[in-house]
T-cell receptor, first 112, second 113 residues
Framework: QQQVKQSPQSLIVQKGGISIINCAYENTAFDYFPWYQQFPGKGPALLIAIRPDVSEKKEGRFTISFNKSAKQFSLHIMDSQPGDSATYFCAGVYNAGNMLTFGGGTRLMVKP | NAGVTQTPKFRVLKTGQSMTLLCAQD?????MYWYRQDPGMGLRLIHYSVGEGTTAKGEVPDGYNVSRLKKQNFLLGLESAAPSQTSVYFC????????????FGPGTRLLVL
């Protein structure tokens, strides 16, 4: 049973558009929600993260929106660029359990 | 500063064979992790270690064993490989808690025939 559900599985966006990836979680013990970015042939790398006491976090073109009551969070990529083409993973972390649970991933393609 | 390195990069095994994957990190991190990545399933935690000499089971530990004899190394063993273990394996490390940034290696692609 996947504790973090991610959608869509794949996404195609035109250059300059907004990419939106959604995640829903079940475990209310999660206390940290990172997003990882993975390029082909590479390991994932931390992109941006949020704690549940914050509703939004922005870093450059990347924004996380967090809705604690709905147990949902999303990644918005503004002004999407071809270099953003990668697979994105949301995750939930339960620090006391030393575990990071990933969503299934979204493969983003930004067309020039 | 190499970060997290993994060897080998690619391996083909026959069913029933054994092998060990090596992960090394030079960041003096306490925590190390082994994940497997399969299409549509994200990364799933196999085993992890919170320090030298410790190991613990993750989400999908069956068929795998691990050892952390040195702080900088984390070994993943497959005693009797099965086709279901065909996957890409990633090692990661973090300084302390799982919530700290995890630094991933480049991955090992394993094919079990």
């Amino acid at each position: 049973q996947q504790q973090v559900k991610q959608s869509p599985q794949s996404l195609i966006v035109q250059k300059g558009g907004i990419s939106i990836i959604n995640c829903a979680y079940e475990n209310t013990a999660f206390d940290y929600f990172p997003w990882y970015q993975q390029f082909p042939g590479k390991g994932p790398a931390l992109l941006i993260a949020i704690r549940p006491d914050v509703s939004e976090k922005k870093e450059g073109r990347f924004t996380i929106s967090f809705n604690k009551s709905a147990k949902q969070f999303s990644l918005h990529i503004m002004d999407s660029q071809p270099g953003d083409s990668a697979t994105y993973f949301c995750a939930g972390v339960y620090n006391a359990g030393n575990m990071l649970t990933f969503g299934g991933g979204t493969r983003l393609m930004v067309k020039p | 500063n190499a970060g997290v390195t993994q060897t080998p990069k690619f391996r083909v095994l026959k069913t029933g064979q054994s092998m060990t994957l090596l992960c090394a990190q030079d960041m003096n991190h306490e925590y190390m992790y082994w994940y497997r990545q399969d299409p549509g399933m994200g990364l799933r935690l196999i085993h992890y270690s919170v320090g030298e000499g410790t190991t613990a089971k993750g989400e999908v530990p069956d068929g795998y064993n691990v050892s952390r004899l040195k702080k900088q190394n984390f070994l993943l063993g497959l005693e009797s490989a099965a086709p279901s273990q065909t996957s890409v394996y990633f090692c990661a490390s973090s300084y302390y808690l799982a919530g700290e940034t995890q630094y991933f290696g480049p991955g090992t692609r394993l094919l079990v025939l």
